[in-house]
């Protein structure tokens, strides 16, 4: 398993913009998941990234305001959120999982893999709100 540690949450009004980091050795063998979970909710799969970063997934929720990504020589991923909206507070995790093999549909059929029981490894959370 990866030891996943995730960081960038915290407070911001409607319109704002956080980057969340989730750092892990090893983490390029992997594909990355980004979910959140608000309180008496299921876990959402948010967004998922190939291992060389060069396919990608968005849920409706959050595309066009959200932004993977992720440098491996670092062991890095991050998730750039923007325009928050309230709806969006929550606790996001990172969570690792093998490669699917998508090829070039990554971005269509991204959330066939996006299953939390497929995600091996995860992060403790971190709090995101946005509020007025």
């Known amino acids: 398993q990866v030891h996943l540690v995730e960081s960038g949450g915290g407070s911001v009004q409607p319109g704002g913009s956080l980057r969340l980091s989730c750092a892990a050795s090893g983490l390029g063998y992997y594909a990355i998941g980004w979910f959140r979970q608000a309180p008496g909710k299921e876990r959402e799969g948010v967004s998922l990234i190939s291992r060389s970063g060069g396919g990608t997934y968005y849920a409706d929720s959050v595309k066009g305001r959200f932004t993977v990504s992720r440098d491996n020589r670092r062991s890095m991923a991050y998730l750039q959120m923007n325009n928050l909206k309230p709806e969006d507070t929550a606790v996001y995790y990172c969570?690792?999982?093998?490669?699917?093999?998508?090829?070039?549909?990554?971005?269509?059929?991204?959330?066939?893999?996006?299953?939390?029981?497929?995600?091996?490894?995860w992060g403790q959370g971190t709090q995101v709100t946005v509020s007025s």
């Open positions: 969570a690792t999982r093998d490669e699917p093999d998508l090829g070039a549909t990554w971005s269509l059929l991204g959330y066939l893999f996006l299953n939390p029981v497929d995600f091996g490894s």
